[in-house]
């Protein structure tokens, strides 16, 4: 995967890349859509791994980050993700394990995280199990 993102040249080309991921951050949410004066605005509304957040949890470890890594991870999920599983795409199961809401409150010296065969294994998992809802969520997109 990262060596066909590093071919990516322009935002537009990103977006498209991104979309044929099966693992992408677009593709493991849910969306609702809401519609005010006639403006429709589709938000990621859930996350296809809540329903597995326990299983996530009980075979995850406790990381603890050295003062250099802290400054360096600081407000940068997306950069933890990429170091510990080569996708940005799972910066948002890292705020929700250790029960964030936003890249402002990724500052903790020590978090949750799931070892990366696990995380892989288990989305292997989940597609096959959700590939129904999947398959309508990519469709609504």
Avoid: C
């Avoid at 170091?83 to 705020?95: G, K, M, N, V």
Wanted: glycine letters at 0%.
């Amino acid at each position: 995967m990262i060596t066909e993102f590093l071919n990516v040249a322009t935002i537009p080309e990103l977006i498209a890349y991104m979309k044929t991921q099966d693992i992408s951050h677009s593709n493991l949410h849910f969306k609702a859509t809401f519609t005010v004066d006639g403006t429709s605005l589709q938000i990621n509304s859930s996350s296809i791994l809540d329903r597995y957040m326990d299983f996530i949890k009980k075979n995850s470890s406790i990381m603890n980050f050295t003062d250099n890594d802290f400054r360096k991870y600081k407000f940068q999920p997306k950069k933890l993700s990429l170091i510990l599983y080569q996708t940005t795409e799972l910066w948002s199961l890292l705020l929700k394990l250790n029960n964030m809401s936003s890249i402002l409150e990724f500052t903790k010296k020590d978090i949750l995280v799931p070892p990366a065969n696990v995380i892989f294994n288990l989305l292997n998992e989940v597609i096959i199990l959700e590939k129904k809802q999947i398959t309508a969520n990519k469709a609504a997109q």
